[in-house]
């Protein structure tokens, strides 16, 4: 480039200024010249125009973009950046291709479409989680994961900043963030704090929102919500911020508005119930709701929304009780705003009528005086420093006050419902980051501006400072990283403007001054202003106002009316209304405003505890701090806490665009969106951009584009870089138009579009070149075609025109005679008619004008003499008129004069003379009064120190006598006490008596719904089976008539695929089901695993957070200590039963998961009365090493022990009886399922088990109990025997501790008893008192012991009833609930509590019986204790633990058939777990890759084909148990590894497949050999663990698919989007976009580059893994046809969601990538049609991106073509269709239209844009029996399985 007047020239498109469309586009007709005046333009509609230039005024205009550069996703991609071009750019991409987002940068522009857009599902969300920024088509989920990936990566806090005008889509902008974080960081445990977080949405929005003429649901505040995230990145927690609140809307609304919706909501739900109390009615009987005259939103359903915040307040957690206060605050202030002030006849006061029905309202619902109020809303308090007056309020100042108190009561609550929402939000867990969304409004600015307005103006003036800032810093970045020369960028700094606003008297600190001046007005603060600030450059004063004045904003210029500034920044309330509220009797009314919630310093708080003494004469009370501070100055304080805090995070913002005010969908004003790009910081994006290097390309891009211009030579060079250099060097001649970084090229603004020129003029000329040599060639060939068929024609042609010549001539002359005469009789013939005609006309019309002639002179006449009459009478009119008038003036004056001499008159009446006579001599008095009031305050102050020292001298001596009182009553209350307890005992015992009795009831009735149900459920069992076998008749009459005609076999082939797809429904349903229950199974796991770490793990440990959310669907949710077991225990107890046992209902599961989180409710307590007792048990312990007789103690402690342990057997024997009694009546009533009996006949068996170790163990405690009592009596003293013998007649004592005690004191006594010999002689007076002493103490210490035990007992009773309680309120909640339902509702309801009372009910008998094995498990244990005790005593015999059993001995390697071999394995039972662990647990597959596929499985069936051989029915269950389990554990702990996961797939299937061909049934013996059935299993029916183990195999097969699709999900789109597999089509049109360097991961460079050929190679690995590890062919041919659907899908999201890649080019390498991979189906005899079925969404998308796309024809062909695509998908295809280059066209608006007006009858008419990824073909596992013969199988000696014998 030589000049920068170079490119413009002729056809060079420009921008020009239109008034209309902001900027307008023109072509340039002439080529222009340095220091032209005029430029030669040519409009769109073809009119020329001529455009001035001048050096200042009109420069040059701005350059327009290559079409191959409009609709870029990023508008610095543009070459030339400027304002036309951005404004042009979001137009096409949102009217012509409806993409509502764009990128600018690091900004994401987005325009509100009007419209619910299909794009926000959680397909999108998935999409665009893990994807780079810049990858995918910009959206809200793009910047939502960019800073959730920037978090995570590093570890820094983050912000998103949502701006815009008011309707612009701010909030559901900051609702969809919020949603993607919640969905891709979800919360770790079940707390469901995203839950939390998403319904303060609703919450927040009815309590802030409001319909506005510019919005229907717009925000009137300001927010600020932090999403905590832990170490894992999971959501913890939220915390939100909030910043002015409009409060003038509660109390008015202008024209077309609303209040806020809660309002409307609650009036719309008056008719419930519930809300009875509230005295509410339609919303248009309230002065608050009915401003706006309009109280509906179309489409909004206000009950509906009502109904949804309920919801929500109820999964925050706040309370009924809560609520309902709520909402009668909401229902006071409607209330409020219709009390009506009347006013009194002087004008100066007013009142309020008592009767009046909103007041008494008001007052009731506020719990407040109602006569308080009513002379408090019409009168006001006045302080002096002497005195305090009442004075009374004209009805204006009434209503402002009554006004103020709303907007004040309003304000409170809202900030209540705002730190109650915080509270449900915190955790007590740790925050490791957190993601900020800021939803804030935009600049501001109306026709009248005032103090809301500068504020949001303010805060977006330091929102832009701090986005300028972040935007150079980002760009200074990217050029250090590249290592490119930085020069300074002057950009836009606005802090002069902020120090106008915020500084040290700037305009807020001169209204804070102003505000406190006592008679401060807004003009005087306005002129202070004026002298202050006029010589700012940001400050402008109005001219022809002097009560307003003007800020320079970044964005505009803003007039504000002062009026209104200082009343709104103080926001007075009244004083005395607010003490009412305080006095309320709600507590939540009461607590709203009190002052210790309201200080905002501190330090107050401290204060506020001191003593204060009260004054005799009352002092003027200080003003609330809660008003000191101003509302200037509180916004001030928390926008600087916002600014801190997103300094301190890495901002992301969001500008959202207004479209058009008319909300229209799609509708878009280019005068309205320029303003808001100018104040968004949009434009100072692009201008910052522009001033550097906006054009970015990598050196291959460029390379690979503009290779075209390079030469021969430099294309032979083998670095690109160099050539890339040499090219520019060439080409652009200024070098600072372009510099080369470390990987990238930067350019200039418009070099870009400079060098695309010269692209373009290169294939131009070359185009020229080859059409004229074609065209040359094409005519030459046309030209000796023509030349020789053209001498034939001319010969020919010659001799027929001479002929025809010949004939002319002869012809001719016969004509001509004939014309003479003919012409000659014509002629005479017209001659004779004209004349007549002539003739007859003449006299006709000179007899017409002869009439119209007197006729004229008749009609002048008559018009004489008209106006002659007319004129008299409008001179006649006038002077009537005149007459009149004078008379009214003369009138009027009259009145006026007589007015002016009334008002002089009352003028004189009341003036300042007058009121002096009337008031002569109160001046005297008042000073007076000032003296007395003095003398009275000295007199207080002395009485008050003497009443100081007389209180000092009392309350010692109530002090004193306190304690006397206290001693007496200690005294004399033990006895009432003790008969007290007692009386409130035996009551608790008849009410949970009570209970127990209403308990068997209902439990009577609850099992005879049970067996109803057992009876239905036998019925549908019935009926499926008559289903069964009408199915199987269908079936073979189809078979029979598909022989019979060719038609009828067309309707059975329909048939019978109507039946496979039901077959494959109900088969998906399942595998569904059973997916499930292996989450469920898995989360079970991790909860054993949290319990076992607990052991570990001392101290305290949280309970989740949402237990208090969660609740049980148990009817009977109280658990007292005893139905608490272990949760070890059960754990164990289930792994002792088997797991197939406990998996036979994945109901039953989800409710013991319930279960298990009321177990963990309960934890916390229990663990607190266990902290207790181990304490008790210590200080027993300290104790009893202590006492000096350790021997007899421990005797004592032996006598009482056996004695309980006999009691307790007893007692475990009549609960063991009763319990086998239950357990056998339900199995008996249960016997309906074959699984209940079996699960029943196993408790049975374990309970007589269990029931005989007991008999046993009593007699070994008889035998017990005789050696202790032996060996007592041999150690103890005769003195201490009488003693024990002679208190326990008396009293037993009741515990060993006080026994100790006692003993001790008596050794003691004796120890003492020769000194008290001085008593008396024989001492017997010492020794009675010391008797007596001791035998109080142990009374005392009983009584002490029975108080305990009564307390305690009393407690668990008080538990026991609380919980009674809770059910009972549970159940009344249930109850009114199925009152609402609907009948069909109620049933089902009523069969859903049936389900989970019984499922309790069965978790209530399986705890029993783990409590009971607890206990007897405990017993075992202290019987062994003692039996170990009395052997060491004895000494008589030891017993050594052995154990012994027969070696069993096999050779290693089986080298030839033995001819005894039956194909069994035997081994000893205890070997099975050494058997499960070298087989499966520590099984490589490698180790048994040389031997028989899936060896695994059949020798696991040899093993149990021994166990059935020799009828051990518990090695069979304890076998395949611990198989399943085992092959469980090793698939949880390589979850990731797919050759594992291959491996025992394939196991799996073989052993599920042995066990079906070894079964018997005929059905699967029809290919054995005679050998193979001899082998058929002979005394177990192993049914029920085939299904077990099918079900295993699924849940495999499902595992299986998940770690194969992790494995290629990096691999997808690289492959088939992004790898160059056609090296043809490597160039690409220039994209120019850059992604940011924050997306991309600095040390790899981006995400890793895979070809076709690596995911072909993946393929082939998942294919030969699942070949050699034997499984079935059927199986991976379903695991192909899976990942190819996977691929399909994956690819076909992301071509939807990128406009880079929807171009011919992609279409063509996809179709080439599909071939390559049918290719390879063939190749291994895997293509198939449901296989090439999953492909063929992406195939039809590819062919769409190639097809021709202009006509009618090619719509319709597009349409029949694109069946396998939904309507959205070819919509969006075709609207992100991106041409190569500028020789191709673009897919025009029309076309695009004609194609959606077609598509209503397409073939797919499913509405969804994306391909569902998660989705799962149902697999089918077809029986494929085994040829191999088991006694010829070989075990390797590496297996390490010398223990089994072959049998």
């Known amino acids: 480039m030589t000049t920068e007047y170079e490119v413009y020239c002729k056809y060079t498109r420009v921008w020009i200024p239109d008034p209309d469309e902001v900027w307008r586009s023109a072509e340039i007709i002439k080529d222009y010249k340095d220091g032209d005046s005029i430029l030669h333009l040519k409009l769109e509609d073809e009119t020329t125009t001529e455009y001035p230039i001048g050096p200042k005024h009109n420069q040059l205009p ?83 994961e960019e800073a959730y990936k920037q978090m995570a990566r590093d570890e820094k806090n983050q912000s998103i900043i949502v701006s815009g005008e008011s309707g612009a889509g701010k909030t559901v902008s900051a609702k969809y963030a919020m949603r993607f974080f919640a969905t891709v960081g979800g919360s770790a445990n079940d707390t469901n704090v995203e839950e939390k977080v998403l319904a303060s949405s ?90 706006g005259e309009n109280i509906f939103i179309e489409g909004v359903n206000d009950a509906k929304d009502f109904k949804k915040t309920r919801e929500a307040f109820m999964l925050l957690g706040v309370k009924e009780s809560h609520q309902m206060s709520i909402f009668k605050i909401i229902a006071s202030i409607l209330h409020l705003g219709n009390v009506e002030i009347c006013s009194e006849r002087d004008g100066e006061s007013c009142r309020i009528s008592r009767d009046d029905p909103h007041l008494q309202h008001f007052s009731d619902l506020l719990g407040i005086e109602l006569e308080q109020m009513e002379h408090w809303l019409c009168h006001r308090k006045l302080v002096t420093s002497t005195e305090t007056y009442v004075k009374n309020m004209s009805r204006a100042q009434a209503s ?130 004026y002298d202050r600030h006029t010589s700012s450059e940001h400050f402008q004063k109005p001219r022809m106002s002097n009560r307003s004045f003007i800020v320079i904003h970044f964005a505009d210029k803003v007039e504000y009316q002062c009026d209104g500034f200082l009343e709104k920044n103080r926001d007075t309330v009244y004083e005395e209304q607010i003490n009412i509220l305080k006095a309320s009797k709600f507590q939540l009314v009461a607590d709203l405003f009190q002052d210790g919630k309201d200080v905002a310093a501190p330090p107050s708080s401290s204060k506020a505890s001191r003593i204060k003494v009260r004054a005799a004469i009352p002092a003027p009370k200080a003003p609330n701090r809660e008003h000191r501070k101003t509302v200037g100055h509180q916004f001030r304080s928390s926008l600087h806490l916002l600014m801190e805090t997103l300094n301190a995070t890495t901002p992301h913002y969001v500008r959202c665009i207004k479209p058009n005010d008319c909300k229209e969908a799609f509708s878009f004003d280019s005068r309205r969106a320029v303003q808001q790009l100018r104040a968004c910081g949009v434009l100072e994006t692009i201008r910052i951009s522009a001033a550097g290097y906006p054009s970015r390309w990598t050196y291959p891009d460029f390379f690979n584009r503009y290779r075209v211009l390079m030469k021969k030579t430099d294309l032979a060079i083998g670095d690109k870089k160099l050539v890339c250099k040499k090219l520019l060097e060439t080409l652009i001649k200024d070098p600072d138009k372009f510099q080369f970084g470390k990987t990238k090229i930067f350019f200039r603004a418009g070099q870009v579009a400079y060098l695309e020129k010269l692209r373009a003029d290169k294939f131009r000329s070359a185009c020229i070149k080859i059409q004229k040599t074609v065209r040359g060639w094409l005519q030459r060939i046309r030209y000796c075609k023509i030349l020789k068929s053209a001498i034939t024609l001319q010969r020919y042609g010659r001799g027929f025109l001479a002929r025809r010549y010949a004939e002319h001539l002869r012809l001719t002359r016969a004509a001509l005679i004939c014309q003479k005469q003919y012409r000659m009789v014509h002629v005479r013939r017209e001659y004779l008619r004209v004349r007549k005609a002539v003739v007859t006309i003449q006299a006709f019309t000179r007899g017409m004008f002869i009439r119209r002639l007197y006729f004229q002179f008749l009609l002048h006449h008559k018009a004489t003499i008209i106006q002659k009459a007319v004129r008299g009478w409008l001179v006649r009119k006038k002077f009537m008129r005149a007459r009149d008038a004078a008379i009214v003036i003369q009138c009027a004056y009259r009145r006026l004069h007589a007015k002016r001499e009334l008002k002089q008159l009352k003028i004189e009446a009341r003036s300042v003379e007058h009121f002096r006579k009337l008031n002569t001599g109160m001046e005297n008095k008042i000073v007076q009064l000032q003296r007395k009031m003095d003398d009275q305050s000295k007199e207080y ?159 305290h440990r949280r309970i989740p957070s949402n237990q208090s959310s969660l609740g049980s669907d148990s009817n009977y949710t109280s658990i007292s200590m005893s139905e608490v077991g272990d949760t070890e225990d059960s754990i164990q107890q289930v792994e002792e039963m088997g797991l197939e046992k406990a998996a036979m209902d994945i109901s039953l599961f989800m409710k013991l998961q319930k279960r298990v989180r009321e177990l963990e409710q309960e934890r916390k307590r229990l663990q607190t009365n266990l902290e207790k007792m181990e304490d008790l048990t210590m200080r027993k312990g300290v104790e009893s090493k202590s006492s000096t007789s350790e021997g007899d103690s421990n005797v004592d402690y032996n006598i009482l022990k056996r004695q309980e342990l006999e009691s307790e057997n007893k007692k475990l024997k009549n609960d063991l009886n009763e319990l086998r009694k239950a357990v056998a009546d339900r199995a008996s009533e249960g016997n309906s399922s074959n699984e209940l009996q079996e699960s029943y006949s196993l408790l049975l068996g374990q309970l007589k088990a269990a029931n005989e170790e007991l008999e046993v163990r009593k007699e070994e405690v008889l035998v017990l109990r005789t050696q202790i009592v032996s060996n007592s009596k041999q150690t103890e003293t005769s003195n201490h025997i009488d003693s024990v013998s002679a208190w326990t007649k008396n009293k037993k004592p009741v515990d060993n501790e006080e026994a100790l005690q006692a003993d001790h004191e008596l050794r003691e006594s004796k120890n003492r008893g020769q000194d008290w010999g001085y008593l008396n002689e024989d001492g017997e007076l010492g020794l009675a008192y010391h008797g007596l002493k001791q035998v109080a103490r142990l009374l005392e210490a009983q009584l002490q012991s029975q108080t305990r035990q009564y307390s305690d007992e009393l407690e668990a009773l008080h538990t026991q009833i609380e919980l009674l309680r809770n059910d009972l309120e549970k159940k009344q909640e249930q109850l009114s609930q199925i009152v609402a ?88 039972k205890d070997d099975e777990a050494l058997l499960v662990k070298n087989l499966i647990t520590d099984m490589k597959p490698n180790a048994v890759s040389a031997t028989v596929p899936c060896l695994p499985a059949y020798i696991l069936f040899m093993c149990i084909r021994h166990a059935d051989y020799i009828n051990d029915d518990q090695k069979v269950h304890s076998l395949l148990t611990a198989t399943i389990n085992a092959i469980k554990k090793v698939l949880k702990r390589n979850n990731n590894d797919f050759e594992m996961t291959s491996f025992w797939l394939a196991n799996t299937s073989r052993l599920l497949h042995c066990l079906k061909q070894y079964s018997g049934d005929e059905a699967f013996m029809t290919q054995n050999t005679p050998k193979q059935n001899e082998h058929c299993l002979k005394n177990f029916d192993l049914a029920e663990y085939r299904q077990v183990l099918s079900d295993l195999s699924i849940q495999i097969y499902q595992q299986l698919i998940k770690v194969a699709e992790a494995i290629m999900q990096p691999m997808i789109v690289s492959a088939m989007l992004e790898s160059d597999s056609i090296p043809s089509l490597a160039a690409v049109k220039p994209m120019g976009y850059r992604n940011r360097s924050s997306s991309m991961d600095c040390e790899s460079g981006g995400p890793g580059s895979y070809t076709l050929e690596v995911l072909i190679r993946q393929l082939g690995q998942f294919y030969s893994i699942m070949g050699d590890h034997g499984l079935d062919p059927e199986i991976g041919q379903q695991v192909i046809r899976q990942l190819f659907y996977s691929i399909n899908a994956v690819t076909l999201n992301n071509l939807l969601l990128r406009k880079d890649v929807c171009s011919w080019s992609t279409g063509m390498q996809l179709r080439y990538n599909i071939s390559q991979m049918e290719e390879w189906l063939r190749g291994r005899n895997q293509h198939r049609q449901e296989t090439v079925d999953t492909m063929l969404p992406i195939i039809q998308a590819a062919q769409l991106l190639q097809v021709k796309k202009k006509t009618s024809q090619d719509a319709e062909a597009i349409c029949s073509l694109c069946t396998a695509l939904s309507s959205p998908q070819i919509v969006k295809i075709l609207n992100l269709y991106t041409p190569l280059n500028e020789f191709e066209e673009r897919v025009t608006v029309s076309f695009i239209r004609d194609i959606q007006n077609r598509l209503p009858g397409h073939v797919n008419d499913s509405k969804q844009l994306l391909a569902d990824t998660k989705h799962t073909f149902p697999v089918l596992f077809p029986y494929t029996p085994s040829q191999l013969s088991l006694e010829t199988l070989h075990i390797p000696a590496s297996l390490s399985l010398d223990f089994l014998n072959r049998v």
């Open 1381 to 1468: 339902l609907s009948p069909e509702d109620k049933v089902e309801f009523s069969v859903q509590l049936e389900i989970t009372r019984l499922t309790n009910e069965n978790l209530d008998m399986k705890e029993m019986v783990e409590k009971l094995d607890k206990n007897e498990r405990k017993l075992k244990k202290q019987l062994r204790i003692y039996m170990k005790k009395v052997q060491e005593l004895e000494a008589s015999q030891t017993m050594q633990p052995s154990r012994s059993r027969g070696e069993l001995t096999r050779q290693v390697t089986v080298q030839r058939k033995e001819k005894d071999f039956e194909g069994m394995l035997e081994y000893h």
């Open 941 to 1099: 102050k002395n009485q008050n120190e003497q009443m100081v020292v007389v209180n000092k001298t009392l309350n010692t001596e109530v002090n004193k006598l306190n304690k006397e009182l206290e001693v007496l009553r200690s005294r004399q209350g033990s006895g009432n006490e003790l008969t007290s307890l007692r009386e409130e005992v035996e009551n608790l015992k008849a009410e949970l008596e009570e209970a127990h009795v209403q308990r068997k009831r209902l439990e009577e009735e609850h099992s005879s719904e049970k067996h109803e149900l057992e009876q239905r459920v036998k019925e549908l069992e019935r009926e499926n089976s008559l289903l069964k076998e009408q199915k199987e008749e269908m079936n073979q009459r189809i078979l029979s008539q598909s022989k019979s005609s060719t038609d009828q076999e067309l309707s059975v082939s329909q048939k019978e695929a109507l039946l496979q797809t039901e077959l494959n429904e109900e088969r998906q349903r399942y595998q569904n089901l059973l997916k499930e229950f292996t989450r469920l199974e898995q989360r079970y796991d991790n909860l054993q695993e949290e319990v076992s770490l607990a052991k570990f793990q001392p101290g």
């Open 202 to 291: 609703p919450i927040m929005e009815a309590i802030g929102n409001a319909k506005t003429t510019r919005n229907d649901n717009s925000s009137r505040f300001g927010k600020y919500i932090q999403i905590g995230f832990d170490r894992r990145y999971h959501i913890i927690g939220a915390n939100m911020r909030t910043y002015l609140l409009e409060k003038s809307r509660v109390v008015f609304q202008a024209e077309d508005e609303r209040n806020y919706h809660i309002f409307y909501q609650l009036c719309a739900s008056s008719s419930l119930p519930e809300f009875k109390d509230l005295a509410l009615t339609s919303a248009e009987d309230f002065t608050f709701t009915s401003l």
């Open 400 to 529: 402002n006050a009554r006004d103020a108190l709303a907007k004040h009561i309003y304000a409170h609550l809202f900030d209540w419902i705002v730190e109650h929402i915080n509270k449900a939000l915190h955790t007590s867990t740790k925050q490791h980051s957190f993601i900020g969304v800021l939803d804030i409004y935009g600049f501001e600015t109306f026709e009248i501006n005032s103090f809301e307005q500068f504020c949001i103006n303010y805060a977006n003036e330091k929102l832009q400072q701090q986005f300028n800032s972040h935007v150079f810093k980002l760009e200074q970045e990217e050029y250090m990283k590249e290592q490119i020369p930085w020069t300074l960028i002057d950009f836009y700094d606005n802090q002069p403007c902020i120090d106008l606003i915020e500084a040290k008297l700037g305009i807020l600190d001169l209204l804070d001054e102003e505000c406190k001046v006592p008679k401060g007005t807004d003009q005087n603060w306005a002129q202070k202003l």
């Open 62 to 144: 701005f350059l327009r973009n290559p079409d191959i550069l409009v609709g870029e996703n990023d508008l610095t991609a543009l070459s030339y950046l400027h304002e036309p071009a951005v404004l042009h750019n979001l137009k096409v991409r949102f009217l012509e291709s409806n993409h509502i987002y764009t990128y600018c940068g690091i900004v994401l522009v987005a325009i509100n479409p009007y419209e619910q857009l299909h794009i926000y599902g959680e397909e999108v969300i998935n999409a665009y989680s893990g994807q780079n920024m810049g990858d995918m088509d910009p959206h809200i989920f793009a910047v939502a």
